[in-house]
């Protein structure tokens, strides 16, 4: 039994083997590219939505308002980079119904790298918004002797969050799998549908701490308070 | 379960190149579309607005358009209804001239057709008298109308003799006319009485048909007539005041 994709070489491109990882990640990219390409082609704003588009805006704007509401302030590059994390992991846990797909998210090597692609997003929106003295200010807040434990507390987000998110998926494919070959109906079925739910939850919550974690690299610094205010 | 790096870098390429393709092709559209979309509703209700502050202009100057329109409809209504009430009393002014004129009119008519009316009554009855005095005179007393009359005429000239030869001044005749031709035994008895009362005149009888039965004597500028007319317009007037004297006997029974 195979635990993880990244071991299911499903062809080689000159000479490069192709994982079942990258390959179902193509997969995914290649739907969420098509769809929004179908839908968004013919904007006009004179034209009133269809339904299609009416629910690609709801999704964006669910996005946006969720990532508003966290980083108290609109931002696009936020929006871009968090909506495109929730929507890949989200379709990507979704398409775990489909017979013969292996969702890239129950790969280490893709939490991982999404991980490590929140520990570089943070530093960097943290330092276009704050600027480089500005946001490795906050690593020696409130002291100067915070600062090892800022970082331990940095690299731990990373990791926290690839094991998470890897857990959970991994967790369930494999479950499903078990009772596969232990009660061949029904269990499996009831714990694909489980796993949907789970997955649009890990999909939400990896989002949404990504986004907290870059607003709180990103976001201003608290007022300094009062000598009158400090008991 | 191990971590390949190689699919992790793949992975984080793979991520980086989604999120290019989505904000391309998914974030952007989506997003500029809906500021497209709001920016149009925001101009329209913009237009709307003022749309409808110059529907609210046009309506305010089409109150005051109907206000000056409802004020100009009273004072025509005033205008033409103090003309109407001009030609209307104009026209019953004429009317009631009109009225007043074919009432007159009809007045006149009327007392033409009463005074025709009495005319032939008179000629009727001064006829129907005439016949019947002159047949119960003849039946009764063997006597002539006209023999009567003349006696008659002679009587009544004597009381006023005086009177007639003043009036009558130096005429040098006395001319008789009468209906018919009065008898010779009326003529001489008339003569010979004139010739006692004034000496110096001569008498002369004469016919005229258009004259009313009786006599008539001109002595220079004085007329004594006797004749069925006189003694009619006598009797109707005789009549007159008894007919006006029961009438307003009866009109004051009926007030009291």
Redesign the interface.
């Known amino acids: 039994m195979k ?2 994709p ?1 071991q299911t070489v499903m062809f080689d491109a000159w000479g490069v083997p192709i ?1 079942a ?2 390959f179902f ?2 997969v995914v ?1 290649a739907l ?2 098509t769809i ?2 179908l839908i ?1 082609r013919n ?1 006009r ?2 034209v009133p ?1 269809n339904r299609w ?1 009416t629910t ?2 709801v999704i ?2 669910g996005i ?1 308002g969720q990532i508003e509401e966290i980083a108290q302030g609109p931002s ?1 590059y936020l ?3 968090a ?3 929730f ?2 992991v989200a379709a990507s846990n979704f398409l775990l119904v489909v017979p013969g797909f292996a969702p ?1 998210t129950s ?4 939490t ?3 991980a ?2 929140v520990l570089i997003a943070v530093p960097l929106f943290g330092v276009t918004n704050r600027g480089l003295a500005g946001y490795l200010k906050t690593y020696i807040q409130p002291s100067f002797i915070m600062l090892p434990f800022n970082i331990i507390a940095e690299f731990s987000r990373g990791i926290s969050l690839a094991i998470r998110l890897y857990g959970n998926i991994m967790s369930g494919a494999v479950i499903a799998a078990i009772l596969l070959t232990v009660v061949p109906f029904f269990f499996p079925v009831v714990m694909d549908v489980l796993g949907l739910l789970t997955g649009m939850i890990q999909a939400y919550i990896f989002a949404v701490l990504a986004t907290v974690y870059i607003s709180s690299a990103t976001g201003s610094p608290p007022p300094p308070q009062s000598e009158k205010e400090t008991p | ?5 190689i ?6 390429a ?6 290019w ?3 391309r ?3 952007r ?6 500021d ?2 709001e ?2 509703i925001t101009n329209r209700m913009t237009e709307a607005v003022q749309a409808k502050d110059d529907a609210n202009t046009v309506k305010e100057a089409y109150h005051d358009k109907a206000r000056a329109l409802h004020v100009a409809q009273s004072e025509m209504s005033e205008t033409i209804r103090k003309s109407a009430e001009e030609k209307r009393d104009a026209l019953l002014v004429e009317a009631r001239q009109r009225m007043e004129r074919e009432q007159a009119s009809w007045q006149t008519h009327l007392d033409d057709e009463a005074r025709k009316y009495a005319t032939q009554m008179h000629r009727a009855g001064a006829g129907a008298l005439l016949s019947l005095t002159r047949k119960a005179l003849m039946d009764l007393a063997d006597e002539t109308l006209e023999d009567r009359m003349a006696h008659h005429l002679v009587h009544q000239l004597r009381p006023i003799a005086d009177d007639l030869k003043k009036a009558a001044g130096d005429g040098p005749a006395a001319v008789v006319s009468s209906h018919d031709r009065l008898p010779v035994s009326a003529q001489d008895s008339l003569a010979a009485e004139l010739k006692g009362l004034f000496p110096d005149v001569t008498a002369d009888f004469k016919t005229d048909p258009t004259q009313a039965p009786g006599l008539i004597l001109r002595i220079g500028g004085a007329e004594l007539a006797w004749t069925v007319e006189s003694y009619i317009d006598g009797l109707e007037a005789l009549i007159g005041d008894r007919l006006g004297n029961s009438t307003g006997k009866k009109a004051q029974a009926n007030g009291d």
């Open positions: 635990l993880s990244d994982n990882t990258i990640t193509w990219m969420l590219t929004s390409l968004t904007l704003p004179d939505p588009r690609l805006e964006v704007q946006q696009r929006l871009y980079y909506g495109t994390l929507l890949f890239p790969s280490l090597s893709t991982t790298a999404l490590l692609s | 379960m191990s971590i390949d790096w699919t992790v870098a793949a992975q984080i793979n991520f980086l190149v989604l999120v393709l989505l904000k092709f998914l974030y559209p989506i997003l500029d579309g809906i497209a979309r920016a149009e």
